[in-house]
């Protein structure tokens, strides 16, 4: 009994636990490739999320799609200040934070 509760446990951590952080993680690098490819580096050059493919996940899309991750990536960036938002609500990259960011490190 205590196996079968040991794996379990185990299943819950990594479909709920490590498998969205994991998936996070590859949003937010998503975001930053997705901004540095359209050039969005000042206000002026900032551009709406869904015009850089970053549309929010419809109805139909998977629980642990990536696309389910964009929204809170950019959230996270957003709180991180490496991105910042206009008025309109346009985003652009902010490279100066984004120098020390390394995806690979562990915390």
């Not at 040991?6 to 996070?24: C, E, H, K, Q, W």
């Not at 869904?50 to 990536?73: C, N, V, W, Y």
């Not at 346009?90 to 934070?97: M, S």
């Amino acid at each position: 009994m205590f196996w079968i509760l040991l794996i379990l446990l185990a299943v819950f951590a990594v479909l709920f636990i490590l498998l969205p952080t994991g998936l996070n993680r590859q949003a937010v690098l998503e975001v930053i490739t997705a901004l540095r490819q359209y050039q969005a580096f000042d206000a002026e050059s900032a551009r709406i999320p869904e015009d850089i493919g970053l549309q929010p996940p419809g109805i139909k899309t998977p629980f642990f799609s990536i696309r389910r991750f964009h929204p809170r990536a950019v959230n996270s960036l957003i709180k991180g200040k490496m991105v910042n938002v206009t008025p309109e609500g346009r985003i652009y990259l902010v490279e100066a934070k984004l120098v020390n960011l390394n995806p690979y490190r562990s915390r």
